[in-house]
């Protein structure tokens, strides 16, 4: 997954006005300009609590938060690498109750440094905030005694002082499921042979430790003996998070060890990056709290032996301000849906469909260089607001996902001199899609692993 450093990237959608009143344009929402905040900040490690509850003892939600820190450059590099490390991952990869409720609260991760989502969970009756990351399967934290771990504002998760902390052994299941979950087998430890992961992310990022066993409590739902890693050599761009939460879809994922707790399902909403902005993660089938306004439209995810641990759907069009782009690709690679990955990349016939309308609809206002991957910008310093083209995904079985309107700019510079279209281009037509986080903001994505469905409906996100 792609972790990237922090710096207040923002960008707010309303309408453009100008001189001869606003512009209007088919099917559009509206980006403002006004009240951009500094493109930059100074960070400053600070411990984050975000809340959680319980509805009628069977829902979980989590506050979710976010935070930027570091060259805006560098992050969207980093990203691109990881897109080309899944790409390499798809080509390479070889095959190998009684229903509950959480609801967590889920923020942007901001103030931690990433440009990740995350969640408050308790762990051996610690405290821990993890990045959420569905690219991923195993869980895991930093621990303590720690041969080499990146700052945190919170303390090392210290196995020794949990009661009920076990470690996993070699001849284990769970170790023996490491090469699927994590692509590297699990190393047997001496005395005693402890169970030894490693995993290495797209953009470099690495955490190496041992499996332990521990309870894990969501929102007021206990999950016990939850198998997670124990991170001990911990690097790159994790910001100052605890760790991660893995919800992919192998046996070593959170959704996997409690799908006897809560079915397989699981939701969340992303809120957009303003660190004081919730969203929130809900474990469990109950859409009572969910606070969608249009709604679920769900999609069947495709299955691949190949390709299992991730979430994969069949994208059948995309529309821009109510016209359809045309591409060959529509209908045949299928296109992942990822938490991890930023910016959305599309088949390059998508893409220039996709890009050739929005300059067509845009063409009132004046250009701006592109910016690393973000090839399509413009120039809306001397504007307030404008109308812009509503992007639709659409999915096999009707279903439909509208981006919502800060989903669509990166704002490169604080002044609006400079904003890229938010979606960039694969390098080849056969290489498979990915919807990233960011297109995601303000939409309700519901995950049914056990019906193998998948479901998108507009919601503004907050936890209150």
Known sequence: MLLWSSMVFLLALVVFTCSNGVFTLAQNELLSLKR???????????RISLKSRTRNGTATVLEMKHREHGKLEKRVILDDIRVESIQSRIKNTVSVSTQKQAQL?????????TLNYIVTVTLGGRNLTVIVDTGSDLSWVQCQPCRFCYTQ???LFNPSLSHSYQSVQCSSKPCQTLQYSTGNSGLCGKNPPLCNYAVTYGDGSYTRG???????????????????????????????????????????????QTSDVFEGVFSYCLPDSDSDSSGSLTLGADASVFKNS????????????????????????????????????FGKNG??????????RLPPSMYRGLKA????EMSGF???PGFSILETCFNLSAYEEVSIPTVKMQFEGDAEMTVDVNGMFYFVKKDASQVCLAHASLAYEDEIGIIGNYQQRNTRVVYDTKQMKLGFAKEICSFS
Do not use: H
């Open 36 to 46: 951009l905040p500094s493109a930059r900040s100074q960070y400053s490690p600070t």
């Open 105 to 113: 609260p889920l923020i942007s991760g901001l103030k931690l440094q």
């Open 210 to 256: 041992e499996l332990g066993k521990d309870r894990l409590v969501l929102g007021g739902i206990a999950v016990e003996s939850f198998v997670f890693g124990c991170g001990r050599n911990n690097k790159g761009l994790f910001g100052a998070a605890s760790g991660l939460m893995g919800l992919g879809r192998s046996d070593l994922s959170l959704i996997s």
């Open 153 to 155: 504002p919170d303390p």
């Open 335 to 344: 296109v992942l849906i990822d938490s991890g990955t930023v910016i959305t």
């Open 357 to 360: 309308e929005l300059l067509k």
């Open 366 to 368: 004046p250009s701006a």
């Open 294 to 329: 249009t709604p679920v439209s769900y999609t069947r995810m495709l299955q691949n032996p190949q390709l299992y641990s991730f979430y994969i759907l069949n994208l059948t069009g995309i529309s821009i301000g109510g016209v359809g782009i045309e591409s060959p690709s």
